[in-house]
């Protein structure tokens, strides 16, 4: 089993950048895949980006495309979201998720989450 918990969120200005972290403890976190989710007010939690356990593969939702990177540093069980370019309608709580051993990233199925940190972006 694994714990995350995500940091870094906070108020930008459109245009601006913001890098989301999400340290994992626990065992082998570098057999975990790591996915980043988020929620805007009044709609469902949908898929940002993700990473495979080896790194050897990331997705991302078109909407984030080209401007979202996400990343991972098994050191130090950490994965980031590097956020550019952002716009007021990337306004959410951003979720950390984790999934053993997985090699293909898809939105569904991910057995551990973190408590969420809050993105705001202003016009």
Not at 26 to 45: I, V
Not at 53 to 80: L, Q
Not at 92 to 97: D, K, L, S, T
């Amino acid at each position: 089993q694994v714990h995350v918990e995500e940091s870094g969120g906070g108020l930008v200005q459109a245009g601006g950048s913001l890098r989301l972290s999400c340290a994992a403890s626990g065992r082998s976190f570098g057999s975990y895949a790591m996915g980043w989710f988020r929620q805007a007010p009044g709609k469902e939690r949908v898929f940002v980006a993700g990473i495979s356990w080896r790194g050897s593969s990331t997705f991302y939702a078109g909407s984030v495309k080209g401007r979202f990177t996400i990343s991972r540093d098994d050191a130090k069980n950490t994965v980031y979201l590097q956020m550019n370019s952002l716009k007021p309608d990337d306004t959410a709580v951003y979720f950390c998720a984790a999934d053993r051993f997985r090699d293909v990233i898809t939105p569904e199925g991910w057995p551990y989450w973190g408590q969420g940190t809050q993105v705001t972006v202003s016009s």
